[in-house]
């Protein structure tokens, strides 16, 4: 049992990468991104491309798979910020269509993209062992290095996003133009560069959770969408507004899909669906509503 | 005094509803006089453009009258088609007769579906819907009785010769895209439709003229669910094949909204010229495989940025035409 | 003298619907006036145009002997004229000090400091780490002066400060105003109290279904000359 809470756990780590992004869009310009899966799949196999570069160069270990990550972080950041500068950006309004439907049109284009570029089989990013390694804990339990290292990457992340909101110039936009778009333009603001920035923040931790999510297991062009479900429930559950909830409402998804799994396998999607149904019918606000402070 | 009328009909809706009633004419019998070889697969691909249109038609209903734009309507689609089925196989009911049975059942099962989605809102009440429709799959993925992963075939048609299967089939499917496009004009046309009208421009106010927008929205719902489940009851009594994949695939809501979106939301038109296009990209360009569904996808994002209304929006604005009019203009 | 901030013949559009009718204004370094008129007059319409909330045609705004018609709201501020906006409007997330410093973001440089402010209104000190909305009316009042005064402007406008107050808080906030503006600080306030307007101001302007009904120095006019724009009769 404590070890299905355990895996259920660093599960949760990865959901909240998953998750933190499409929190950050929504939170910013009330933007949903159904896309946000497909995005994260196409950072896999951007990584996966990346290593088949540098392995027809001649570099083919485990730290070709950071290399690779490292310098796909600025390339999302510039992606995202044009994507949103460019595209998103005339979809804002009262009316959630435009941008629901632009974003369901870029999965559609995504995944076919990638299946016509790299074919449905299934890939994965190679890690030099890295994802088959486990640290030993006492009572008998052992826990993947690799989980534990994305574990710790959502807290960072998580962390550091909340402190970018809290306590820098540029989450004080972020919050002022949330609340109040047309009174903040008025302080001199251009809504439009702000928006860019949050799409490109959250494009570098799309990113970031697609190399992980290709190091872990096998990624294929139809995986987008279910990510997109999972990073959804795990923002519903944890509360809008608040990144620790976010962390929370994954880590909690994370372990009711463990739960799930060990039941049986072809249930533990469908207790995680459940418990998010069931936290929206008792608590449509979440466990963790955006608290102040 | 000057005597004021209330226009309810233009010079080209009643040129439209005449031209109508004879492409109705023309379609019923065409099992008379289509030619041997290619009355089969017409009448096949009919059934199947019925479904898309009909699926398509309510979905349209939903956002962009009932201001709901929901990425889940699969999952009542699916319902109807899986009801339809087990009516049929287990329960002895022609499959026939069970096409619009599915279509009710889906309906009710809207309503306690609907105390979940409606705790959302926009963009998120998408998603929530199609969390919902992932759990109707997952679920009859699970149901052995009907074949869970892999699926189910059709068994209660069976000892009904083709030709005769096809000719019910394709009749039954005209006479549904007829039902569904006169229940939605005449919702429309009622007070009901106007109160939704009036929601979908500023719920407030209409809350305080005494508008009981819950319940509204509520009927809006059970309304379009009906509309799905009918389309994907009528979808499996063609195919003869189920499965949880097929059934609740998101590309049935995908393809819904390229439709509307390219015909033009909020209008009855609009998934009729959307269907049209759509059929007929279908027709030339699906050999391309990929390349095609990439195609449509960037096909939606330029009309949607560019072309807010759709293209039969962008032309009723330049135009000025409309064939089915539900707006009341005041002549003074 | 060339006024400070003109407008010749100001139109705006709420869509299709017009507001402003023509309105020609005047606004000198170093005055204060006040304009004043019913409900739906387009008092604070006007001041949206001039802030560029509301889009005016082509050079019916000059300040500074420039034209910022067809300006965002943005560069307007950074060119130095700052809008205290009806009802407030607060930023909810963030608290009073945030709020404040929000004010500054455009960064040009003047005497408007937290510290100059904190000494002008000294509750907010108090409160400046708590949410901008947990504050009294009047209070929140203060934050959204302050916050217009931090982007250091040369003109302020200052829309219906006295909204849902009570009228000693109202008193409070007058009293801070000659503080305000006795450094040269240019002003146009928005009022719905007559007689606070003639007190406060030098000029008066009266408007009356998005037009110039009445203008001239406030202790020249009379009552009935102002009841009669003001309602129209």
């Known amino acids: ?293 | 005094m000057t005597h004021a009328q209330v226009i309810r009909s233009t010079p080209g809706s009643r040129a439209a509803q005449l031209a109508g009633l004879l492409l109705i004419v023309v379609a019923a019998t065409l099992p008379l006089w289509a030619p041997e070889d290619s009355r089969s697969p017409w009448m096949r691909e009919f059934v199947e453009i019925a479904c898309y249109f009909i699926f398509a038609m309510m979905w349209n209903l939903l956002a962009g009258y009932g201001g709901m734009v929901s990425i889940g309507q699969q999952a009542f689609f699916g319902f109807g088609g899986y009801v339809m089925l087990m009516l049929g196989n287990f329960a002895g009911v022609n499959p026939f007769v069970a096409v619009p049975l599915g279509a009710l059942v889906a309906a009710l099962v809207a309503v306690p579906v609907s105390f979940v989605a409606f705790r959302l809102q926009g963009g998120y009440f998408a998603i929530g819907t199609w969390v919902i429709a992932d759990v109707f799959r997952l679920s009859f993925a699970n149901v052995s009785a009907v074949g869970g992963g892999s699926g189910t075939s059709l068994t209660a048609l069976r000892g009904i010769e083709k030709a005769t299967r096809e000719n019910v089939t394709f009749w039954i499917a005209l006479a549904c895209v007829v039902a569904a496009i006169t229940l939605v004009y005449l919702f429309l046309r009622s007070k009901r439709g106007l109160a939704l009208l009036a929601i979908r421009d500023n719920e407030v106010a209409a809350e305080s003229q005494g508008i009981d927008v819950r319940g509204t929205k509520l009927a809006v719902y059970v309304v379009a669910a009906f509309g799905a489940g009918l389309a994907g009851a009528l979808y499996f009594v063609g195919n003869l094949r189920i499965s949880p994949d097929a059934a609740f695939s998101v590309n049935w809501t995908a393809f819904a909204i390229f439709m509307v979106v390219i015909g033009g939301i909020g209008r009855i038109e609009g998934p009729v010229v959307g269907a049209l296009i759509f059929w007929a990209l279908n027709k030339f360009f699906s050999g391309y495989g990929t390349w095609y569904l990439m195609g449509l996808g960037l096909l939606a994002i330029v009309v949607t940025i560019y072309f807010k209304q759709g293209l039969w929006g962008w032309a009723q604005r330049r135009f000025g035409l409309s064939l089915f009019p539900t707006q009341r203009t005041l002549r003074l | ?233």
């Not at chain 1, 860019?196 to 297991?217: E, P, S, W």
């Not at chain 1, 944890?238 to 880590?251: D, P």
């Open chain 3, 1 to 233: 003298m060339t006024a400070l901030l003109q407008a010749s013949g100001l139109t705006a559009f709420y869509g299709d619907a017009q507001a402003l009718f023509g309105i020609d204004f005047e606004l000198n370094a170093g005055e204060t006036v006040a304009i004043i008129g019913a409900n739906g007059a387009g008092k604070s319409t006007f001041l949206k145009a001039l802030t560029g909330l509301v889009r005016s045609r082509p050079d019916q705004i000059r300040f500074d002997g420039q034209s910022i018609s067809g300006l965002p709201p943005g560069e307007i501020v950074k060119r130095g004229i700052a809008l205290v906006p009806e009802g407030r409007r607060l930023f909810a997330s963030l608290s009073v000090e945030e709020n404040l410093l929000m004010g500054a973001f455009a960064q040009r440089p003047g005497p408007w400091s937290l510290q100059r402010l904190f000494k002008l209104f000294p509750v907010l000190e108090q409160k400046r780490a708590l949410p901008g909305t947990a504050l009294s009316g009047g209070q929140q009042q203060m934050v959204a002066i302050g916050r217009a005064l931090m982007s250091n402007p040369s003109v302020l406008l200052c829309d219906e400060l006295n909204l849902g107050l009570a009228p000693i808080v109202i008193k409070e906030i007058y009293d801070a105003l000659p503080a305000i503006c006795a450094e040269g600080m240019t002003a146009v306030i928005v009022e719905q109290d007559v007689s606070m307007a003639q007190r406060m101001s030098r000029r008066i302007y009266c408007f009356q279904e998005g037009r110039v009904a009445l203008q001239g120095a406030s202790d020249s006019l009379t009552r009935e000359q102002i009841s009669q724009a003001y309602f129209g009769v």
């Open chain 1, 1 to 293: 049992m404590v070890e299905t809470l355990l895996q259920g756990l660093l599960l949760g780590g990865l959901y909240c990468l998953f998750a933190l992004g499409q929190s950050l869009m929504f939170g910013v310009m009330r933007l949903t991104n159904t896309a946000q899966g497909d995005f994260i799949i196409l950072g896999s196999f951007a990584a996966i491309a990346g290593m088949n570069a540098l392995a027809a160069l001649g570099w083919n270990n485990g730290f070709a798979s950071f290399a690779v990550m490292l310098a796909l972080l600025p390339l999302a950041f510039g992606f995202g910020y044009a994507l949103q500068r460019w595209v998103l950006n005339g979809t804002l309004g009262r009316d959630p269509l435009p941008s629901l439907v632009v974003t369901f049109g870029l999965s559609i284009v995504i995944q076919n993209l990638l299946l016509e570029l790299f074919s449905a089989d299934p890939r994965s990013i190679e890690t030099g062992g890295l994802n088959t390694a486990s640290i030993a804990l006492p009572a008998g339990l052992a826990i993947g290095v690799l989980p534990l290292a994305i574990f710790t990457v959502a807290l960072v992340a998580t962390g550091a996003l909340q402190w970018l909101f809290n306590g820098t110039r540029l989450g004080r936009a972020f919050r002022a133009v949330s609340d109040d778009k047309e009174i903040a333009e008025l302080m001199g603001l251009n809504s439009h560069t702000v928006y860019a920035f949050a799409t490109a923040i959250a494009f570098v931790l799309i990113a970031l959770a697609g190399v992980l999510q290709g190091m872990r297991t096998t990624v294929s062009p139809a995986d987008g969408p279910l990510l997109l479900l999972f990073a959804f429930e795990a923002v519903i559950i944890g509360g809008m507004g608040s990144f620790w909830g976010t962390l929370v409402g994954a880590l909690l998804l994370g372990i009711t899909q463990q739960i799930g799994f060990r039941i049986d396998p072809g249930w533990g999607i469908w207790i995680g669906h459940i418990v998010f149904l069931v936290v929206l019918v008792l608590r449509p606000q979440g466990l963790f509503p955006k608290t102040r402070g």
